[in-house]
C-alpha cells in the first residue's frame, strides 16, 4: 500500500472502530449496567478505545485489535436477550455508518464535489464498515455473533466458552491460513452488499 492509502485506512479504521464500540458501551449502558460510563467507555472518542499495538498490527499482519468494552451481563434485566441486543449493537452500527457514508458518497457525486482522494476515502469507509460487520457476524468465540448460538442453543455456546482458548486459536488459524477461507467469505458477503447500498442511493438521489 502507498503511504495516501495507510493514511486514509488508518483514518476510517479509527473513525469505524470509536463508533463500533461506543455503540456496544452506550447499549449495554442503556440496559442498566454502569461498568463502561465507570471505564470511561460511554464516547465515540476512538483514544479511548484503540490499543495501539493491536492497530499496529493491523498494517503489519493485516489483523489487529482494540480494547474491547467491557460489560457486566449481571445488571441485565434479561441476560440472554439483552446480551444479545449489545452484540447487535457492533455490527447494526457498522452497517449504518456504511450506509450513510454511502449516501455522502453519492451527493458528493450527484454535485460533482468528486476527487480521486474522497473517491478512496469512501470506498475504504464503506467497504470497511461492511467487512468489520460481516466479521463480527461470524458465529464463533470471541466474536460478537456467538451470542446467537448463546440465545439459540445455550450448551454450544457454554462449551465454546470453556474452551474459550481453542475457539480462538481455530478462528485465528482461519484468519491466517493460506487460502485465505475467511476472507473470501467476508468478501462474497461484502461485495453484494455494497453495490445494493450504492444501488439504493443512486435510486434515491438520481
Not at 464500540?21 to 464516547?43: F, I, M, N
Not at 499482519?61 to 434479561?78: A, C, D, L, Q, S
Request: proline content about 7%; hydrophobic content about 60%.
Amino acid at each position: 500500500m502507498d503511504i495516501l492509502t495507510i493514511i486514509l485506512l488508518a483514518l476510517v479504521l479509527i473513525i469505524s472502530i470509536g463508533f463500533h464500540e461506543y455503540a456496544h458501551a452506550r447499549v449495554s449502558y442503556k440496559l442498566w449496567d454502569p461498568t463502561p460510563k465507570l471505564q470511561w467507555r460511554l464516547t465515540p472518542n476512538p483514544l479511548k478505545h484503540l490499543d495501539p499495538i493491536g492497530f499496529l498490527m493491523i498494517f503489519l499482519i493485516h489483523f489487529g485489535w482494540w480494547k474491547p468494552v467491557e460489560v457486566n451481563p449481571m445488571y441485565y434485566k434479561n441476560k440472554l436477550r439483552d446480551e444479545l441486543l449489545v452484540a447487535l449493537a457492533w455490527p447494526f452500527t457498522n452497517f449504518l455508518m456504511a450506509f450513510i457514508s454511502a449516501g455522502l458518497f453519492a451527493l458528493f457525486a450527484k454535485f460533482n464535489l468528486l476527487n480521486p482522494l474522497i473517491v478512496q476515502f469512501f470506498q475504504l469507509f464503506i467497504y470497511i464498515n461492511l467487512a468489520l460487520a460481516v466479521f463480527n457476524l461470524l458465529p464463533i468465540y470471541p466474536l460478537d455473533w456467538y451470542r446467537i448460538i448463546k440465545f439459540l442453543k445455550p450448551e454450544w455456546a457454554v462449551f465454546m466458552e470453556q474452551n474459550a482458548l481453542i475457539f480462538t486459536i481455530i478462528l485465528l488459524a482461519l484468519v491466517f491460513l493460506p487460502w485465505n477461507l475467511i476472507w473470501n467469505i467476508i468478501n462474497a458477503v461484502v461485495e453484494p452488499l455494497y453495490n445494493l447500498i450504492v444501488l439504493i442511493w443512486q435510486s434515491i438521489l438520481y
